[in-house]
């Protein structure tokens, strides 16, 4: 199951923690979705917690459920049956059959290509007969739609796993038209598909100066419409390339900058996702760009914008410094909430984090936005500067108030609570919904820097954390009851 950057289990008494080791050399087990992640059940009072391996992508169970202690001897039988799983469980083809399979496709007379909508594949005269069965489209299947793929497959919604929301097209055309100003002629597009089609469409019209784009994206079903050159199936969780070298080796020859073509990367993951699984992989991306560009500091960032929900903020800039969020408002087709245009609390909450300079992205001023002189960068309209803060404070769009008591500004719907000594919603539960340090209480600190750690108890067999501890204690005391109850009616 995949946790968030921590679990606070006040009832049960156990937390979660991810665990990220830098240059390790152990490897991790595999499930379908690449090498797994490390996490860490730390249980109230102990110091330390027995450590697991979870699936990266997949926070729900039942989407992978892949589960193995750290330190659990493993039988050759079980790893056996586990490396058949995941080699099922792979692309029905490999991406040389589905390029090939594609220039097949585009030769055929129109009234000959057919697009497989339960199967979410292009078929070839020979496939007919295997999906004949399943809805097929067969309705005017032109080059020009096959060049907007993004609308012809259909977006895997899974909110706990893998979330495909897709830019509406106002902030795909901003998104670009803000990073060619700029002069970048290189755009790695990390779970950005629109904004890969978009390029690749002014291409083909010649309205703009020629810009290269690379796809890596864990939706293998874009093996269907690119070439190898311009797609790489990949999860950003664990940095993990499962073309292997090969298609490795195409991310790295990417990102050289010859002949003045600079590279910025652009990455739109799930909501749902780990910030900092998330924040090591594109590390390891900017450490190769370092590395590749033989640059003279070696503290220089590959060029990012990472678009995320606002509310991320605290972690993306505890795992990048030098990024900042700019208040231009992401929107997208497919998501009922995330639409630009709507007011107060049901704007889209979603932002760009960038380590690119402020104050050189310039946001639409007919959209309402606005260059604070102070701040030097774009802020929405109802994003007033606060004097006491010295900032533009807000992160909604709405305009925050100061309060004397927090020495900061907060959400207009707010009101400072005497009882938890901060602001809060008026109808909030008094010292509850906290976050901190599930072992002393503290707010000031998570698990592994308390200075007040309880001597750690005597360790007995471990339960997996899907399994809550109270869960069988409240089924025997529900079984303990019924039988009470049956010996009272016997009496009677």
């Known amino acids: 199951m995949k946790m968030n950057e921590r679990r606070n289990d006040s009832e049960d008494g156990f937390g979660i923690d991810i665990v990220i080791h830098q240059g390790s050399d152990k490897i991790a087990p595999s499930c379908p979705h690449g090498p797994t992640l490390l996490f860490e059940k730390v249980n109230k009072g102990e110091e330390s917690g027995r450590r697991f391996y979870a699936c990266s992508a997949c926070r729900d169970r039942k989407d992978c459920n892949f589960f193995q202690w750290e330190d659990e001897k493993v039988s050759e039988a079980r790893l056996q049956a586990r490396e058949e799983d995941n080699h099922s469980k792979r692309p029905p083809f490999t991406h040389v059959e589905y390029t090939s399979r594609f220039r097949e496709f585009v030769t055929l007379p129109l009234d000959q290509r057919r697009f497989c909508v339960d199967c979410q594949v292009l078929l070839l005269p020979t496939d007919w007969k295997e999906h004949s069965n399943h809805e097929t489209l067969s309705d005017e299947i032109t080059v020009a739609r096959l060049r907007r793929p993004s609308l012809l497959l259909c977006p895997l919604e899974n909110k706990k796993s893998n979330a495909q929301y897709l830019f509406a097209d106002r902030s795909c055309h901003f998104l670009l038209d803000m990073l060619s100003r700029l002069g970048f002629r290189k755009v790695l597009c990390v779970g950005t598909p629109r904004l890969h089609e978009l390029i690749k469409l002014r291409n083909v019209e010649g309205t703009s100066e020629t810009t290269r784009s690379l796809l890596l994206d864990i939706d293998f079903r874009y093996s269907q419409f690119y070439g190898q050159d311009e797609f790489c199936h990949y999860n950003m969780f664990n940095h993990h390339f499962f073309g292997g070298k090969e298609a490795a080796g195409v991310f790295l020859d990417f990102l050289r900058e010859e002949e003045g073509s600079k590279v910025v990367m652009v990455t739109d993951p799930p909501f749902g996702g780990l910030v900092k699984p998330l924040a090591h992989s594109f590390r390891q991306m900017s450490d190769a760009w370092r590395g590749l560009q033989g640059a003279v500091n070696s503290q220089a960032e590959m060029p990012m914008v990472w678009i995320f929900p606002y509310f991320f903020e605290p972690r993306i800039v505890e795992c990048f410094s030098s990024f900042t969020m700019l208040d231009y408002q992401v929107d997208y087709d497919n998501h009922a909430l995330y639409k630009h245009g709507k007011t107060g609390r049901k704007q889209s909450p979603v932002r760009l984090f960038t380590n690119l300079p402020a104050r050189d992205i310039v946001l639409p001023e007919e959209e309402g936005y606005r260059f604070c002189a102070i701040c030097e960068r774009y802020v929405s309209a109802g994003n007033k500067h606060c004097p006491e803060c010295n900032a533009c404070p807000s992160k909604d769009g709405r305009e925050w108030t100061h309060c004397e008591d927090c020495r900061k500004c907060v959400k207009p ?78 009496v009677t």
Do not use: E, I, V, Y
């Open 413 to 490: 719907s707010w009101q400072h609570c005497t009882s938890c000594g901060r602001c809060a919603l008026p109808d909030h539960p008094c010292r509850q919904g906290q976050t901190g340090c599930f072992n002393c209480g503290s707010l000031q600190h998570k698990h592994r820097a308390c200075p007040d750690k309880l001597r750690p108890q005597p360790k007995g067999k471990s339960r997996g954390p899907s399994r809550p501890a109270h869960t069988a204690t409240r089924r025997s005391a529900k079984k303990k009851s019924k039988k009470a109850q049956k010996k009272k009616r016997k």
